[in-house]
């Protein structure tokens, strides 16, 4: 796989969990505001996928995880740190949509955005610069 078919998704996830964090109040959303819950939970499960297929560039078998990662590198904390602050993320959008809670939906929606802008994106290209 190419680099742009994990960062695309990734660019339109953190597009999604901004408009989420901006949108109407859970109360009106109801059950559209928990589906939001599976766009960070995608993201962690697409940059998972993306970093253990096969490294394009070198074509022989590698993944991308033993291609890129260097031992005592920053990459591989990287990806496991945005990961888990995705998969909290999901399971926060989706408690605070079921219990309603406005406030705390929206900051969780938009410090999503920042893990998919600030960690989720910056893997990405780490795995993929050659």
């Known amino acids: 796989m190419e680099s742009y078919v994990a960062l695309l ?9 901004a408009a989420a964090a901006a949108a109407a109040p859970v109360r009106r959303a109801g059950r559209l505001a928990a589906a939001a819950a599976l ?3 995608a993201v962690a499960a697409l940059l ?3 970093v253990l297929s096969e490294d394009t560039y070198r074509r022989n078998g590698i993944s991308r995880w033993d291609a890129y990662r260097s031992p005592g590198g920053a990459l591989g904390p990287l990806l496991v740190v945005s990961v888990v602050l995705l998969g909290l993320c ?4 989706a408690v605070c949509a079921f219990v309603r809670r406005d406030r705390l939906y929206r ?3 938009l410090l ?6 600030f ?3 910056p893997a990405v ?5 050659n």
């Open 48 to 50: 998972v996928v993306w």
């Open 119 to 121: 960690l989720a994106v």
């Open 39 to 41: 766009v960070p939970a």
């Open 9 to 17: 998704p990734c660019l339109a996830a953190a597009l999604l969990l």
């Open 90 to 93: 999901a399971a926060a959008l």
């Open 107 to 109: 900051l969780t929606a």
């Open 112 to 117: 999503g955005t920042l893990v998919v802008c």
């Open 125 to 129: 290209i780490g795995f993929s610069v």
